[in-house]
């Protein structure tokens, strides 16, 4: 498993082109400039969701190279296929949010508009929001290949909908007077069931197509 995360991360470091980078870099330094804290807690946000969607080039050379016939002749079951999809996801989401742990330590140390507990939590709640849209995405993917994208993001904007009418219903804004540790870990409890389900999902679905 561990060769099909390096074939995964090979192919990513061949299809990016550094322009885009340069330009979302740009658009970053944009947004800190005109919003300052608030551009930050912005960016911790939208990046991590934003760069979610990179294993979908994954996909699209995978069917270019016919690279599901070649591997499924190996002695690798489905399962570690697809986990290692999942892996791959995952060490983006955390490089990323590494990253952006380090600049916003810095940031709060410099100009400290915000605690350092308010750019933390921003970032935590980043975790959460990547990896329910990240468990999404995969199955989704994996059933209507790169068109599975918009159909993620689609399903994601729903959900986000619902919980905002949520707040409005039960007043959702009551769990923030919750102790911290209960609600860290019913997102990690949240957490674990959506990937454990879409994994199973994915399964599912790659299996089918695969018979």
Not at 122 to 128: A, D, G, M, P, V
Request: proline residues 3%; aromatic residues 14%.
């Amino acid at each position: 498993m561990k060769g099909l995360i390096l074939k995964d991360i090979i192919v990513l470091k061949n299809k990016l082109k550094l322009f885009p980078f340069i330009l979302l870099g740009i658009l970053a330094f944009i947004v800190i400039y005109f919003l300052n804290a608030t551009g930050v807690l912005v960016i911790n946000i939208l990046l991590p969701i934003f760069l979610c969607s990179m294993p979908i080039p994954l996909f699209l050379e995978d069917d270019k190279a016919n690279w599901d016939t070649y591997i499924l002749s190996t002695p690798l079951s489905k399962m570690k296929i697809i986990l290692s999809r999942y892996i791959t996801s995952f060490i983006i989401i955390f490089i990323t949010l590494l990253l952006l742990i380090l600049f916003n330590l810095l940031y709060s140390y410099f100009f400290a508009a915000f605690s350092l507990s308010i750019h933390m939590i921003t970032i935590y709640s980043t975790f959460f929001i990547s990896t329910i849209y990240l468990s999404l995405l995969l199955p989704s993917v994996y059933y209507n290949g790169a068109q599975g994208g918009s159909i993620a993001i689609l399903a994601f904007i729903l959900i986000c909908s619902g919980l905002n009418y949520l707040n409005g219903v039960i007043k959702v804004n009551a769990f923030l007077t919750v102790n911290p540790v209960y609600l860290i870990s019913i997102s990690i409890a949240i957490m674990t069931i959506s990937i454990l389900v879409s994994l199973y999902t994915s399964h599912k679905i790659y299996s089918k197509k695969n018979q």
